[in-house]
């Protein structure tokens, strides 16, 4: 970078007012939201704001003079300005016109194209607004209508698609905000956010669930009823289960994009009685069959 | 993106009564109503502009009102210019 004192023109010795008053008639002519068509201006205001950042300071000039800092790295970071958005496509309210109103009053060819330009800014469809929707896992594979309370204190009626997915956006049409003139609304996108069930968690379009059962389930079998996010189901335990066990529940997961469902997967859990029986442990203790079986002979000790 | 008035203080670094100030002379048109504003980044880049026209250059309040004036004519052009332009595009690709 180049001298500070060169780049806003003024003497080594100039007094604080005479730098604040050379960077306000450079920065005045240079702003880039006052020359939104001059990038050159942007690169000059840049120097200027640093120079003035360093030489303005009564106590970084100090440390510059004496060589304590240089000139390096005093340009400000860029900064969106103004023009970045004022001229931008999306609407906004600071837009006027009447500069060149009196142009569209004729009769020729060019006026004609300004009076379309100004019907299309003046039909603009309104933006698309974006939420975020939390809804019950359960919700996510069965479906769900969901209302929706706005920032501004009004609702939005979701119907929730059954097997919709983490992240996933649903489009309201015309729900988001007013366009101007015969613009219509945009629209309203949802993204969905499953939360966290304490049983059920999801892969793919199969559903898993680790589900307990008695000891004399685990041995006997049985027929037990068995919870699916979309209501209750009796399924057969054969005889002999064990923990760890899965069983397929077919039919019983998400809708499938293509079509069909998949599966309910059920991982068995054996658990005993909370409560120490003393029956059970009078049969464990005369049981021959429990001494010799040993489960842990494939983990190496 | 909507700001809150609260995160819109914090990020253009003007104060409460200088933002109600900016609002009641229509310097700055947030959407909502009081209480409850909603503020967007061009907001925020339009208070910046403000706050280096008064307070680095030196303009007085009415001479920022002048300046936001011609400024918003000379951004309306501009973007009726553009459109122009990209009308123009449209019809010569097609022609």
Redesign the interface.
Known sequence: MKDPYEILGVARTASAADIQKAYRKLAKKLHPDLNPGNAEAEEKFKEIAGAYGLVGDAEKRKRFDSGEIDAAGAERPRQNYYRDYASSEQDHPYTDNSGFADFMDSEDAFAELLRRSAQAQANRRGHDLAYRLPIEFIESIAGANKRLTLPDGGTLDVAIPPGITEGQVLRLRGKGAPGSGKGGFGDALIEVEIKPDRSFTRQGDDIYLELPITLTEAVLGARIKVPTPTGAVTMAVPKGSNTGTTLRLRGKGAPKHAGGYGDQLVKLKVVLPKEPDPELEAFVSNWQGGKTYNPREEVTP | M?ISKEEFLSLSGIGHEMLNAWIEEEWL?P??SSP?L?F???D???A??IR?LQV???VNDEGVGV?L?L??????????L???RH?ARTKSEQG
């Not at chain 2, 400024?71 to 009726?80: A, K, S």
């Open positions: 909507k048109i959407s909502g409850e909603s967007s980044e061009i925020i880049a339009r910046r502009l280096d680095d250059f030196g300046i004036n400024v918003d004519q000379l951004y309306g052009m501009r973007r009726t553009m459109e122009l009308a």
